[in-house]
Nanobody
């Protein structure tokens, strides 16, 4: 089973930037479309961005388009999320996992990384 460890979260003022990282164990990572998700207090977990296994396709939820960039390094089994121009509504716990809609079952969820944006 693949283990996922997210890092890079923190406190930032509105307009600031953060870069999240996700380290995955196991060699299967390179063939799996992956995604970043977030869960704000009192809300359901939502998909933020996805990237196919060879990075040929990326997709973003409307609220982060033009501000967030997803990328991956299959050699390092790592997934990244560059977040620019952060807004208070981006405050959430961020998780990485298998991208939805590609027929793969999700891995066990990691602990996530907290992102807090204050105005």
């Amino acid at each position: 089973q693949v283990q996922l460890v997210e890092s890079g979260g923190g406190l930032v003022t509105a307009g600031g930037s953060l870069r999240l990282s996700c380290a995955a164990s196991g060699t299967i990572f390179s063939v799996i479309p992956m995604g970043w998700y977030r869960q704000a207090p009192g809300k359901q977990r939502e998909s933020v961005a996805i990237i196919t296994n060879a990075a040929e396709v990326t997709n973003y939820t409307d609220s982060v388009k033009g501000r967030f960039t997803i990328s991956r390094d299959n050699a390092k089994a790592a997934l990244y999320l560059q977040m620019n121009n952060l807004k208070p509504e981006d405050t959430a716990v961020y998780y990485c996992n298998v991208a939805r809609g590609y027929g793969y079952e999700p891995f066990d969820w990691g602990r996530g990384t907290q992102v807090t944006v204050f105005s």
